[in-house]
């Protein structure tokens, strides 16, 4: 198990750098809770800070956010920052697997998984707030939380009724584990993926996303037990490219901050020779159509 760097030139006996189309019914959500979020490490400390400065400097006085995080898996913590903004946070998730799991945190159920690490770091090491706020948040994110099932490869990439527009998008590893395909046409199908979730945006409306970056045209392929995933690096000039030209956003309104590896201390062991950086993107849609 763990990680390495392919090209989409590479030759390679088998397998292909693509991922099974059943992969996703294979994928065991407690193996990669165990395998993924076993510790707290940099690897999740870095989005949940990020996460934490946008929501802080960009939206105090505000209660009336609407939230989506698209394709959440069965995590539901990387909310911890937007509740104290939110008037509604909806979870989506492909995989029914995931969103069994996620329910069961959001329904208290003793068998449940449990995200307390990640929400103490956020309310009390970055909003140094007491320990009594740290089950206050989670409650706060189970009373705000809709869970529904996404798809980005439909037309209407949600569930009825949670088209939206929303106030702030998040995704994190999603659409780069979707879009893989064997040649370039992973670009193409990437840029219609992100410019499906930009639609969804109010006017002004952020679109907030923590990706793989990476040389263009590679690949990182991984393992969640023993299954294989492949996901696909963006380069940052890809990403300019994609928000600018496939979704209208302007150049001096996106965002992009590294993480790099050797600023993250303790990655996961199935990571680290995964992530060379990734970045956290910031891009705000036009005020006006």
């Not at 990680?3 to 030139?9: M, S, V």
Request: proline share 6%; with cysteine; hydrophobic share 35%.
């Amino acid at each position: 198990p763990g990680y390495q760097t392919e090209t989409f030139a590479t030759k390679m006996s088998s397998p292909p750098p693509v991922n099974d189309p059943n992969c996703h019914f294979e994928f065991n959500p407690w193996t990669y809770l165990e395998e993924y979020y076993g510790s707290l490490t940099s690897w999740h400390r870095s989005p949940l800070k990020h996460l934490h400065e946008f929501f802080t400097s960009h939206f105090k006085g505000r209660v009336d956010l609407k939230f989506l995080n698209f394709g959440c898996g069965p995590v539901v913590a990387f909310e911890a920052s937007v509740a104290p903004f939110a008037q509604q946070i909806v979870l989506s998730e492909y995989a029914e697997q995931n969103r069994t799991v996620a329910k069961l945190w959001l329904d208290r159920a003793t068998n449940g998984p449990d995200f307390t690490a990640l929400y103490k770091y956020v309310v009390q090491e970055l909003e140094g707030k007491g320990p009594e706020e740290v089950a206050k948040r989670q409650d706060d994110v189970r009373a705000l939380a809709t869970l529904c099932r996404c798809d980005i490869f439909q037309e209407t990439p949600i569930e009825k009724g949670q088209e939206g527009p929303y106030d702030v998008i998040y995704t994190a590893s999603t659409l780069e584990m979707a879009c893989v395909k064997e040649d370039s046409a992973h670009l193409e199908e990437y840029g219609t993926a992100v410019s499906k979730l930009s639609a969804m945006l109010k006017p002004g409306g952020w679109l907030l996303m923590n990706v793989s970056m990476g040389e263009a045209g590679t690949v990182n392929v991984c393992h969640v037990g023993q299954t294989r995933f492949v996901e696909l690096n963006i380069s940052v000039e890809e990403m300019y490219a994609i928000l600018q030209q496939r979704c209208g956003f302007e150049r001096e309104n996106i965002t992009v901050i590294p993480q790099t590896a050797d600023k993250m201390d303790a990655i996961p062991i199935l990571l680290q020779e995964h992530i060379d950086e990734m970045m956290f993107v910031i891009a705000q849609r036009k005020q006006t159509a």
